[in-house]
């Protein structure tokens, strides 16, 4: 009886290869979290390319799980459960920590589970160090997802039974920072440019759209910022004005408080009109601190209860999956060793992973 | 001392429970073979539980974990070599790379006779090419020369290539082969041929140094996936 029952998960669906140790008692204690980000591998490319992120996780993930282990104090003997992303993502980077999870699994005899990315994110506020377990939030909540990749609205009654309320009808809300800060020539990852610039800028200087603000749906829509920004950066040169100094950070105040307002508007709503008064964000955008901020005013002003994930475990991570196979061992429930790796697994079918 | 080896580079994938310290008579004790050619990631757990269980043997008593660094498929390298270095970190053994077209090379032929002198290894290596390896079937063994490999046209000349050549092995379909060129038609490497590959390389942890043969560099032309969206960026967006 060697054992101490830890949670060993690993998270390769897109450009970041991470693990993570989390002991399962006590609400889910953080032992270690590694994450190799990739970024610097695909920058010349100007994005993320699928056959070189394969090739990347291959090459980190042994080497990642050996650092988690060592960070945790842990030795493979004291894992008792191995969870592993299986969807969505990247087809050939999910096989990569998948199957690495597998062989671990066997060579342990451990139960493996898959986990579905979007539970992962909407787990991650879960593993708050500075946050009791008892202020952990109650179920059913309303999630809100926001990154370079998705922006969504989920109502949650527990793991595997994550419903999606509404989502971006065109751009991320990542997206939305990054191409305009792009436009803005501010660089790759906009969001936490835009982020600084917009603490000594006014959010109410320049008007900005805000899109699909009717009540009769969940669904975001970021693509006319893009414009409007472009539009507003052309009309200034026009009349002879470099977008720079206070102007830029009112410009920067100004799109920054567009998406919160978008994002929020939305959340709220689905906390009123679900009657669910707990909202949990996740994902990079959960990062920012005008959303973080606003979440908080927004939810004390409403009486909706908002939990935010530490900063680190905002961008992918495995700390989030662990939390979330933590809530399917909870339930008794593992993967079968035949699971395949789902690119565009819906989070609705996220059960059918498990046995 | 029982070694687990695995390659799923090839259409063919295999498994098995192996000694690579006794006589080949002897050194296989349980394989299987995967026929499938793109299912190798989700069968292979089972295939592993299969032989494990067929040769009696508890994982936690394997001396090391044998695996093919293909060239092959790219994804069917990466499926091996992940589940290999989970498992090898999991018991704490040393996971040692195997080149895959060795391992075919040393396969047995049976029943055709390999002829001596020159002879050439090929596999798909889709998009119209191979990858080949030329080898000698001398008085003491077959020799594998190029190590590393390479890629061919998928109608290479057979005899221009291997400075005359006496046979080929392997995946032969489409090549034009003269008459007197013995072909032995292959799809992966069988678990001899692994046991054979496994003995001619250091057996000792090579768990860093077990690199991927993927002979040919990642596509990565432009434009390339966004970083989470999975599609190529808006091109109608360009500089301010």
């Not at chain 1, 879960?126 to 309303?142: E, H, T, V, W, Y």
């Not at chain 2, 032309?221 to 500089?239: F, N, Q, S």
Request: net charge negative; aromatic share 4%; proline share 7%.
């Amino acid at each position: 009886m060697g054992s101490r029952g830890l949670i060993l998960a690993v998270e390769s669906s897109c450009d970041e290869t991470a693990a993570a140790v989390v002991e399962p008692g006590a609400g889910g204690v953080v032992l270690s979290s590694i994450i190799h980000s990739q970024v610097a591998a695909h920058a010349p490319y100007g994005g993320v390319v699928p056959e070189i992120a394969s090739r990347e996780h291959l090459a980190r993930i042994d080497a990642v799980v050996g650092d988690a282990l060592a960070d945790a104090g842990a030795a493979p003997a004291d894992m008792g459960v191995v969870a592993a992303t299986y969807g969505p993502g990247l087809v050939g980077a999910l096989l990569v920590g998948l199957t690495y999870a597998k062989g671990f699994a066997r060579g342990r005899g451990l139960p493996l589970v898959g986990v579905h990315h979007i539970e992962g994110h909407l787990h991650a506020a879960l593993a708050d160090p500075a946050s009791p377990p008892s202020r952990n939030p109650g179920q059913p909540f309303i999630g809100l997802v926001v990154s370079g990749g998705h922006s969504a609205l989920y109502r949650v009654d527990g793991i595997g039974r994550a419903r999606l309320l509404g989502q971006t009808r065109d751009d991320a809300a990542g997206e939305a920072f990054d191409k305009s800060a792009k436009l803005l020539g501010l660089g790759y990852p906009g969001g936490v440019v835009i982020d600084r610039l917009a603490q000594r800028g006014d959010p109410a200087a320049i008007p900005m759209p805000r899109s699909l603000r009717d009540r009769t749906h969940y669904d975001f829509s970021f693509s006319g910022l893009k414009t409007a920004v472009r539009t507003f950066v052309e009309e200034q040169r026009r009349r002879g004005v470099d977008v720079q100094g206070q102007l830029l950070a009112d410009l920067c105040a100004s799109v920054q408080e567009a998406i919160v307002d978008a994002l929020l508007h939305k959340a709220m709503l689905a906390c009123r009109r679900q009657q669910v008064p707990v909202l949990v964000l996740g994902g990079g955008v959960a990062a920012n601190s005008r959303l973080r901020a606003e979440a908080a005013r927004r939810g004390a002003e409403q009486g909706v209860e908002v939990y935010l994930p530490p900063r680190a475990l905002c961008t992918d991570n495995a700390v989030m999956i662990a939390m979330a196979a933590r809530a399917w061992r909870a339930q008794g429930r593992s993967s079968p060793p035949a699971l395949v790796a789902a690119p565009d697994a819906p989070v609705e079918a996220s059960s059918a992973a498990l046995s | 001392m029982l070694w687990v080896v695995l390659d799923t580079s090839s259409p063919t994938a295999v498994v098995a429970v192996v000694d690579p310290d006794v006589v080949d008579d002897a050194a296989v004790f349980a394989a299987v073979t995967l026929a499938e050619t793109r299912r190798h990631a989700e069968a292979l757990p089972a295939a592993v539980d299969d032989v494990l269980a067929r040769a009696d043997v508890d994982v936690g008593a394997l001396a090391g974990i044998g695996v093919g660094t293909g060239p092959g498929s790219f994804i069917g390298v990466r499926t091996g070599l992940a589940y290999a270095k989970g498992l090898g970190r999991a018991v704490d053994r040393p996971v040692v790379g195997v080149p895959s077209l060795t391992a075919w090379a040393l396969s047995p032929t049976e029943p055709v006779p390999l002829p001596r002198g020159r002879g050439l290894v090929v596999a798909d290596a889709r998009r119209g090419e191979r990858y080949v390896a030329t080898v000698t079937h001398a008085d003491h063994g077959i020799v594998v020369h190029d190590d590393e490999h390479a890629v061919a046209d998928a109608t290479f000349d057979v005899l221009d290539s291997a400075g005359g050549c006496a046979f080929v092995l392997g995946g032969t379909a489409g090549l034009a082969i003269p008459g007197d060129v013995v072909v032995v038609e292959r799809s992966g490497p069988s678990a001899l041929g692994l046991v054979r590959a496994l003995r001619r390389v250091d057996r000792t942890d090579a768990r860093a140094a077990l690199v991927p043969r993927y002979v040919r560099p990642p596509d990565a032309k432009l434009p390339a996936v966004d970083p989470a969206r999975h599609r190529p960026p808006d091109p109608a967006e360009g500089p301010p």
